[in-house]
């Protein structure tokens, strides 16, 4: 279970290439708890990480795989950028509906759990949330429609904050291909500049320290097949 007492708002300036060939990966136990967050810490200080100035209060746009990622991910970094006069744009990509098949009704419930962890964030009035009712546990196939969805959400924002192209989780891994591909392409022609950070989620937990960009996603649900993409 992830511990959502973490500091997450880590933003990572960088993205695992998107054509290479994906190697072999480790079965992932889901139930580890991973390396310890002081083990974190020392490793992000050891890599002196800049930090990160957003500039003048403007919109930013929040790649959210399923409901609750954009609060363990950035939702201190959401709660001081409103105080500081900025406004969001959250892009919910699924609903999160396919976490626990035995839980009817998951997907409302998440929506709902969301809206409360706006409230809580303080940022709810700032917010917009998108939901792009994209089929939760299959984004990767679905990549295509995702990047039709978002680019015109790019349109008037100052950045993007996605998650990590390499965090370990095939939907969130999608999504940081996809927010890639759409800013590299300029959103077509409406973002003020292209500019985007990246965000882990579950590397905190399945990577490691050391190495945290190495591959080590889950070996379960990597079909990418475009073809088997089935949206309404
Ligand atoms: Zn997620």
């Known amino acids: 279970m992830r511990d959502d007492t ?8 960088r993205v695992a290439p998107v054509d290479a ?8 136990e889901v139930d580890d708890p991973g390396p310890a967050e002081t083990a ?3 490793a992000i200080d050891r890599a002196a990480l ?25 939702g201190g970094l ?6 500081a006069g900025w406004r969001v744009r959250l892009a919910s990509v699924t609903d999160g509906e396919a976490a626990y ?3 009817s009704g998951l997907g409302a419930l998440r929506r709902r759990e969301l809206a409360s962890a706006l409230d809580r964030l303080g940022i709810a009035d700032a917010t917009v949330i998108h939901r792009l009712e994209l089929p939760d546990g299959r984004v990767a196939q679905c990549q295509a429609a995702l990047e039709e969805r978002l680019t015109p959400l790019v349109a008037g924002m100052s950045w993007v904050l996605a998650p990590w ?7 969130h891994e999608a999504c940081g291909r996809a927010a890639a591909a759409v800013v590299a392409r300029g959103g077509g022609g409406q973002m ?8 882990p989620i579950w590397a905190w937990q399945w990577a490691a320290p050391a190495s945290p960009n190495s591959t080590i996603a889950s070996s379960a649900g990597k079909d990418s097949s475009p073809a088997s993409c089935s949206i309404t």
């Not at 973490?6 to 300036?13: L, M």
């Not at 390499?166 to 939907?171: F, K, R, S, V």
């Open 165 to 171: 192209g390499d965090d370990g989780h095939p939907d």
């Open 40 to 42: 974190w810490r020392a």
């Open 6 to 13: 973490d500091d997450r708002s880590t933003v990572i300036d």
């Open 50 to 74: 800049p930090p990160w100035h957003p500039g003048a209060a403007g919109i930013v746009l929040v790649v959210s795989p399923h409901p609750d990622d954009e609060t363990l991910a950035v």
């Open 101 to 103: 098949p035995a839980v």
């Open 192 to 199: 003020r500049f292209p500019a985007i950070r990246f965000f």
């Open 78 to 83: 959401l709660h001081d950028l409103v105080a």
């Open 21 to 28: 060939p994906p190697p072999a990966r480790p079965a992932i």
